[in-house]
């Protein structure tokens, strides 16, 4: 069946695997129609979005991006409307960007915290969704001269798409995602991703970031989905830790272009790895 080509990202997100998709569609298993898709790390949807299951549980630990998702699926009109309403300026986008460190945000309604994520997402510097240690919101204003802040017909699409079909939309930890995950299922894992070099680390989406602890017990869980039978791809960095992690599985190496680094000289095309536990 065709696949509706205005259901895309609405927003960018850090690791998004656009560049990755022709290598992630060509690994997909044989029966991938015939199975519920999971994804624990969602983030900005490149990969559910291009594959379009019918049946799929997607999650993701920022609440304020699941939030996002939420109101797209239950009130995209509302979120339209009220996007309309920002403007591209320095100070009203810091006055806006600083609502999450004041008593007011918790008050907030869920369109209005969905628009002011959307809104500075396509207004800050790089487009990047980044906190701080006390997960409030601090990448600076971008100087856009004309950022598309009201992307009607993609956010409609996307409202159609989760409300078409069965999409269950959770905020969570990864490994509560996969709890009562059954035989005939899919997993694919996009976590945040290994460093390539101390300069190159960016886990700030979400507080606490995910180290090598996190790696490890997501390692361990794709050893419990292999035991009951449930298929996985799982993305990373290609790194001597990823690789050694994952030895015993199926590994095929890509290269894609990161600009996160905060060494401008070492941006650019880097290794990454797609990990599968199929033929």
């Not at 993701?60 to 009109?77: C, M, R």
């Not at 409609?156 to 079909?165: E, I, K, M, T, W």
């Not at 050893?223 to 449930?230: A, D």
Request: aromatic share 12%; with cysteine.
């Amino acid at each position: 069946m065709a696949k509706n080509k205005a259901i895309a990202p609405f927003l960018k997100w850090v690791g998004g695997k656009r560049q990755l998709m022709p290598a992630i569609t060509a690994l997909l298993p044989d029966d991938f129609d015939q199975l519920k898709y999971y994804e624990p790390f969602v983030g900005g949807g490149a990969v559910l979005f291009h594959l379009q299951p019918k049946n799929a549980l997607i999650n993701d630990f920022n609440k304020e991006l699941v939030n996002v998702y939420q109101v797209i699926k239950n009130d995209p009109h509302a979120l339209i409307e009220d996007l309309k309403s920002h403007k591209n300026e320095e100070e009203y986008f810091y006055a806006i960007r600083a609502w999450d460190r004041g008593s007011i945000y918790p008050k907030l309604s869920a369109v209005t915290k969905a628009s002011r994520i959307i809104f500075l997402n396509k207004t800050c510097f790089n487009g990047l969704y980044r906190v701080n240690s006390s997960g409030e919101f601090n990448a600076p204003f971008g100087r856009y001269q004309n950022p598309k802040i009201v992307n009607k017909k993609t956010i409609l699409a996307v409202s159609d798409y989760l409300n078409s079909n069965d999409i269950d939309i959770r905020n969570g930890d990864f490994e509560d995602a996969l709890k009562d995950i059954k035989k005939d299922s899919f997993v694919y894992f996009d976590p945040p991703y290994d460093p390539v070099s101390k300069s190159a680390n960016f886990t700030g989406y979400v507080q606490g970031g995910f180290d090598h602890l996190a790696q490890k017990r997501l390692r361990n869980v794709c050893n419990k989905l292999t035991k009951k039978g449930v298929k996985f791809l799982l993305s990373n960095s290609a790194t001597p830790f990823i690789e050694e992690l994952y030895k015993d599985y199926t590994i095929t190496y890509a290269k894609a272009k990161r600009a996160i680094n905060v060494d401008a000289k070492k941006r650019g095309h880097i290794n990454e790895v797609l990990i599968r536990n199929y033929g």
